[in-house]
Structures are given as structure tokens and as C-alpha cells.
């Protein structure tokens, strides 16, 4: 049985995943920030 080679579009998709979860989270505190819910 041979190694299976590294699959980058696994890796692309993880990436892609972390950044549209951090943009969610940001979006989400910007908006807590406007509204003043932050104190």
C-alpha cells in the first residue's frame, strides 16, 4: 500500500473554511460594536 500524497484542495477548502468563519465573527462583533451592546 502506497502513501497517499498530501491533498491540497483539502487543504485549500480547510483554509477557505477558517477565513469565512473568521469574516462571520468579525461581521458579527462589528455589529455588536455599532449597536453598543459591547460595554
Known sequence: MKQPEAPRGTIALLLLYFVI???MWGNVY????????TQ
Not at 462589528?30 to 451592546?37: I, K
Open 21 to 23: 468563519i473568521i469574516l
Open 30 to 37: 462589528m455589529t455588536m460594536l455599532s449597536r453598543g451592546a
